[in-house]
């Protein structure tokens, strides 16, 4: 069985009660989360790297979750994390276009339960 407990989380979302409401699923299940609310925090601590799993939102003031990936491709100091997950509440449009143009994949809030959340986590963590 895979041990989650210790595994580093980034979770970027400016939605506060969002925000609340993943990091403590999260935190239910042995976690380690760290959170971000914009662009720039965001930027700075996915730079740092060593998160087994960063969720990034991709509307988000400052910097959008885009953006934020495109520059740090070109950041030569960026420090590596295991994965980047896009999380977004749109399912069309030129920002998943983007996303998909540069590897990425995406999940979308909206769609999915508390038990949902944590599951595909689990799945994209493992």
């Given amino acids: ?8 989380i980034l979770l970027v979302e400016d939605d506060e009660l969002l925000r609340k409401l993943y990091t403590d699923l999260l935190k239910g299940e042995n976690f380690v989360v760290e959170t971000a609310a914009d662009g720039n925090t965001a930027y700075e ?6 998160f087994d799993l960063v969720l990034l939102d991709i509307v988000l003031p400052e ?3 885009v953006e934020i990936v495109k520059k740090l491709i070109d950041d030569k100091e960026a420090k590596p994390n295991k994965k980047l ?6 399912e069309t449009g030129s920002e998943i276009d983007k996303i998909k143009e540069l590897g990425f ?7 999915l339960t508390p038990d949902q ?10």
């Fill in 63 to 65: 910097l959008s979750g």
């Fill in 1 to 8: 069985m895979n041990n989650m407990n210790n595994k580093k």
């Fill in 105 to 111: 994949t995406y999940v979308v809030k909206s769609s």
């Fill in 85 to 90: 997950i896009f999380l977004t509440n749109l």
């Fill in 117 to 126: 959340f944590i599951a595909t986590v689990k799945s994209l963590i493992s």
């Fill in 45 to 50: 601590k996915i730079k740092q790297g060593g």
